[in-house]
């Protein structure tokens, strides 16, 4: 120690009694260390303490493995809530929108037969009894158009 610090050590020690007892204590304990004997292990414990001292330091030393990559959670998240929103978009537009009819929806086929009676297109056991649907599917744009005009009422 410094002798300024020794000096200032001293001069506490001689008002403070707390202290005093304290380093009184330290002092014996001290004294007891250095008055006891000391055994000698042996050449046979400082082989085993060299041994193990030399693979600690070697385990210590050694290169830690390479840290994988690792993506931060909140990434993840922030990357693949997009991502699933483009793969929403593109597969939507590959999605064929339900089919509109061509034609206004035409009237129910028994309204069509009894519209042809009551416009004299058929007499009373004349009237078809196939499918009028299947017959107007059939049919071209130009002959769908003037059917509907004949049947219309």
Not at 46 to 62: C, T, V
Not at 85 to 98: N, Q, R, S
Not at 117 to 124: A, F, I, S, T
Request: proline share 9%; hydrophobic share 40%; net charge negative.
């Amino acid at each position: 120690m410094k002798p300024f610090w020794q000096r200032r050590l001293k001069a506490h020690l001689d008002v403070c009694a707390h202290c005093r007892q304290e380093l009184e204590g330290l002092q014996e304990t001290v004294d007891v260390f250095r008055g006891s004997p000391s055994p000698d292990p042996g050449p046979a414990f400082w082989q085993e303490f060299n041994r193990d001292l030399h693979l600690k330091l070697a385990q210590a030393n050694q290169i830690p493995a390479p840290r994988r990559f690792k993506v931060p959670y909140y990434l993840v998240g922030a990357v693949s809530a997009p991502a699933l929103a483009v793969l929403i978009f593109w597969a939507a537009g590959y999605l064929e929108p339900p089919h509109k009819p061509v034609l206004a929806q035409l009237a129910a086929p028994e309204q069509l037969v009894y519209a042809g009676r009551e416009d004299g297109l058929w007499q009373e056991e004349e009237y078809p009894s196939w499918d009028v649907n299947a017959v107007l599917v059939d049919l071209s744009g130009q002959e769908r158009e003037i059917l509907w005009e004949k049947l219309r009422f």
